[in-house]
């Protein structure tokens, strides 16, 4: 009944920037809160940024004053702004958006940083 699709990844050089965007759709009262996760080959996956309904935010340490997550609650819409990216962020980025009852995931949208 709710769908989650990101989008924005690409392939950027060290350096540049990327803009993500996770739309959620479907049957929805209410989303209380919505993330970016992001999975490396051969790692565990990890939290990047988390936005409550009410705007609270937190980051990880790895990407705090470069990652910035924001919302748009009558779009069901988050964002995730990227500056000064690294090779180390590549990965897989997840989102993830805790609906009425339930947590639904994207599939995710790769982001590759080239040295």
């Known amino acids: 009944q709710v769908q989650v699709v990101e989008s924005g990844g690409g392939l950027v050089q060290a350096g540049g920037s990327l803009r993500l965007s996770c739309a959620a759709s479907?049957?929805?009262?209410?989303?209380?809160?919505m993330g970016w996760y992001r999975q490396a080959p051969g790692k565990e996956r990890e939290l990047v940024a988390h936005?409550?309904?009410?705007?609270?935010?937190n980051y990880a340490d790895s990407v705090k004053g470069r990652f910035t997550i924001s919302r748009d609650n009558a779009k069901n819409t988050a964002y995730l702004q990227m500056n000064s990216l690294k090779p180390e962020d590549t990965a897989v980025y997840y989102c993830?958006?805790?609906?009425?009852?339930?947590?639904?995931w994207g599939k995710g949208t790769l982001v590759t940083v080239s040295s």
């Open positions: 993830s958006a805790f609906v009425d009852v339930m947590t639904y």
């Open positions: 479907g049957i929805i009262v209410s989303i209380y809160s």
């Open positions: 936005i409550s309904s009410g705007g609270s935010t």
